[in-house]
Each structure stands twice: as structure tokens, then as C-alpha cells.
């Protein structure tokens, strides 16, 4: 089944404590993003990666680290996180390969409380 | 101005009902368009592309105004299951193929 696959689905944790979630995606797909979700702001581009090794930043990058090592894995990193980093993250992945954007396909979403 | 606006809603329509939405986007050079579902929380998923030439499939009815810088959502005879929140979701000009903008949603509760 195709799918992109986001780990933990829920996490609290505290003010500057290093954490990482995971994200993979089994569609071979070039592209790949991560999104935070907060209310009255919508889908937020934090980073994101046109393939392997290539990584640019977001709309709101800042406090977060991302790694493309691998096609299929695109983790986020927040090093030090802080309670205005509390959110529903999405990572999401696409083909990429056209002109024009083609579909993007999520994540189930990480909902992050930093307390 | 935000590149994409929309009326958060909630939209309250009885079943059967038909409804419509609009979003405008502030960037005239766009080029692709999309709506995508969100359920309460859940990942959103793609909906329908918006083409120049507007969009149907089944009860789903897209459209693009580009003179008046809106997209339109318009669903026929509503059902329960159509209860979600609906992203305009926008490809800006010079931003990479993938960049994809996002509204904040327009919240739509189907009634029986």
C-alpha cells in the first residue's frame, strides 16, 4: 500500500529536550515536505527536500533541522524545542518529476506538545 | 494580503443541499490550483485539481476565475460524509513545481 508514514503519532516532551520524527514514504517519490497545522494559520511549509541531499528551507524554518539521506526517509529534528513549537506536523511526498505539482500524499500527522 | 483566502465557515447545509466556496488567491501568475479534504485532524487528502477550463467529477464541480482571482468548490446534493474541512491550496509562480500554499480552510457540517 502506498503510503507515507509518520512516527510518533503523539509526543509531549519538555523545553529543550532534542527530538526527532520520523517520516518515510514507500512511492519512490523525489519530493518531500514537512508542514506544521495550527489554528488560524493552516498548512505552514517548514522545510523541504527535492531529492537525496537536497534540502531548502520553508516558510517558518526556524528552530527546526531536516536530513535527506535516503529517498524514502526525511526526518525533522527539532534540536531545543519550545513551547511556541507545539503543533500537528505533517510530512508529505510527491512525484515531483512534471511542470506542474502533482498530488501530494500525507502523513497521518505528528501532534507535538512542548511543555 | 494572504496568497490564499478563504471563509473559515462552518458551513451548515441539510443533506441533499447544494453548496459552494470560494478562495482567492493574491498572486495573478499562479498557475495550478487544487482543493484537498482534511477530516477533523486527519491528513488532508487530494480532493480534485482545478483546471482552466473548470472541473467535474461527480458531484464535485471546480472552477478557476483567473480576471477575479478565485477558485470555486461546488458540491451537489451533500451528504453526511461530505462533513470535512476543505483546503484552496495554491502552486505560487517561481517557487519550485512541488511548493504548494495552503488556505486555512473552509469548514463544511452536512446535517440530516
Known amino acids: 500500500e502506498a503510503q507515507v508514514t509518520q512516527n510518533p503519532r503523539y509526543l509531549i516532551t519538555v523545553t529543550g529536550k532534542k527530538l526527532t520524527v520520523t517520516c518515510s514514504q514507500n512511492?519512490?517519490?523525489?519530493?518531500m515536505s514537512w508542514y506544521r497545522q495550527d489554528p488560524g494559520l493552516g498548512l505552514r511549509q517548514i522545510y523541504y527536500s527535492m531529492n537525496v541531499e537536497v534540502t531548502d528551507k520553508g516558510d517558518v524554518p526556524e528552530g527546526y533541522k531536516v536530513s535527506r539521506k535516503e529517498k524514502r526517509n526525511f526526518p525533522l529534528i527539532l534540536e531545543s524545542p519550545s513551547p511556541n513549537q507545539t503543533s500537528l506536523y505533517f510530512c508529505a511526498s510527491s512525484s515531483g518529476t512534471g511542470r506542474y505539482p502533482t498530488e501530494a500524499f500525507f502523513g497521518q500527522g505528528t501532534r507535538l506538545t512542548v511543555v | 494580503r494572504k496568497e490564499v483566502e478563504q471563509d473559515p465557515g462552518p458551513f451548515n447545509v441539510p443533506e441533499g443541499a447544494t453548496v459552494a466556496f470560494n478562495c482567492t488567491y493574491s498572486n495573478s501568475a499562479s498557475q495550478s490550483f487544487f482543493w484537498y479534504r482534511q477530516d477533523c485532524r486527519k491528513e488532508p487528502k487530494l480532493l480534485m485539481s482545478v483546471y482552466s477550463s473548470g472541473n467535474e467529477d461527480g458531484r464535485f464541480t471546480a472552477q478557476l476565475n483567473r480576471a477575479s482571482q478565485y477558485i470555486s468548490l461546488l458540491i451537489r446534493d451533500s451528504k453526511l460524509s461530505d462533513s470535512a474541512t476543505y483546503l484552496c491550496v495554491v502552486n505560487p509562480p517561481n517557487t519550485g513545481f512541488q511548493k504548494l500554499v495552503f488556505g486555512t480552510g473552509t469548514r463544511l457540517l452536512v446535517s440530516p
Open positions: 512511492m519512490n517519490h523525489e519530493y
